[in-house]
């Protein structure tokens, strides 16, 4: 299976070259694509480096490294490669961990890999506590949103993805900002994508992250609440209906008519200066138990439903007049 390395570089100069010399011989292709860099990373590599894998790719305008990534997976597609992954250019990807990262998608056992930092937690000593507690707030989120919830570190770029899953996503719509990890998430959930995490360690080498609590909690948010809902809908009212897809509604609609009704029950009792009957109680506490109860419940089948059969082996096992060894179709040698 042919194996290539999309690299977005952006004010990397300083890394890129000696990263492009680790990467391991069996990558067919190597793309670097220059997002604009101020530091003209492209021109760099195109001077120093003879390696005949590279492929320098040049943005006129800075898309940012979602924008990066989307031309560089369709730079793979349209050279037929199998499975591709994502490295920056800031060197704390060790391109040594590139077969820990292909072998569960070449063994048919995942569509979409990604790294996971936090799965030894001796190795987040070294983590900067803006990130680590950035990335704990953004793993919630992206669960949320994406509905992989067995997977963390959902900023964590160190990617690969096997070239089926990438021709189903729409790459068009994929989020170009650093919201792109998390949005390729959400994204691979509606197609039905399978995702591992892979344990692994960062270098960070003193690098100030480009992330920042502010941005996480405001424009993140927004974002990952905008895709849980699309993927709500999408996966429990368009592809399928369940009792999730009933409990939701119902369980939203009981804690909005709880506390919309016991507040103002509340705020009547205290001008009034009167004590609220049992009944009135009742009728505001009810509602918000069964409300609790149903989204716990839908939430429960939705991680349930978390995919677990690949889309390479799915999409290559479904079509049932696919030829034989005798050149017979499937369903003429049923029949005879």
């Not at 790459?171 to 998390?182: C, H, K, N, P």
């Amino acid at each position: 299976m042919k194996v290539a390395v999309v690299i977005p570089c952006y004010c990397v100069a300083d890394s890129v070259l000696k990263l492009l010399e680790h990467i391991p011989d069996f990558v067919e292709r190597i793309y670097c694509v220059d997002d604009h860099c101020p530091q003209q990373s492209g021109n760099l590599i195109l001077e120093s480096c003879v390696d005949p894998r590279v492929q320098v790719i040049h943005h006129q305008v800075n898309q940012g490294v979602g924008g990066a990534m989307i031309t560089g997976y369709r730079a793979a597609l349209d050279d037929k490669m199998a499975m591709i992954v994502k490295l920056d250019g800031d060197g704390q990807m060790d391109p040594a961990l590139i077969p820990r990262f292909i072998k569960p998608i070449e063994a048919g056992e995942s569509d979409y890999c990604k790294g996971n930092r936090f799965y030894r937690p001796a190795t987040l000593l070294g983590m900067p506590k803006e990130r680590l507690i950035g990335n704990l707030i953004l793993s919630f989120l992206t669960k949320l949103s994406s509905g992989y919830w067995h997977s963390i570190d959902p900023t964590n770029g160190y990617t690969a993805i096997h070239s089926t899953a990438l021709e189903l996503l729409p790459l068009e719509s994929i989020d170009r900002s650093y919201f792109f990890e998390e949005d390729m998430l959400f994204r691979l959930n509606v197609i039905r994508a399978v995702v591992r995490d892979i344990p692994m360690t960062a270098v960070y080498n003193g690098a100030q992250s480009h992330l920042r609590l502010r941005q996480v909690v405001l424009s993140f948010a927004a974002k990952h609440l905008a895709n849980f809902f699309k993927r709500m809908i999408y996966n429990y009212y368009v592809r399928d209906f369940n009792l999730a897809s009933i409990e939701w509604p119902v369980g939203i609609g009981c804690l909005a008519f709880s506390l919309i009704f016991g507040t103002t029950q509340w705020i009547n009792s205290v001008v009034k200066d009167e004590f609220a009957s049992a009944g009135t109680v009742m009728l505001a506490a009810l509602p918000f138990i069964v409300g609790i109860q149903m989204i716990l419940s839908a939430f429960n089948i939705d991680i349930q439903n978390t995919p677990r059969y690949p889309l390479q082996r799915q999409l290559s096992d479904e079509n049932p007049f696919t030829e034989n060894t005798d050149g017979e179709s499937m369903g003429q040698s049923d029949k005879s």
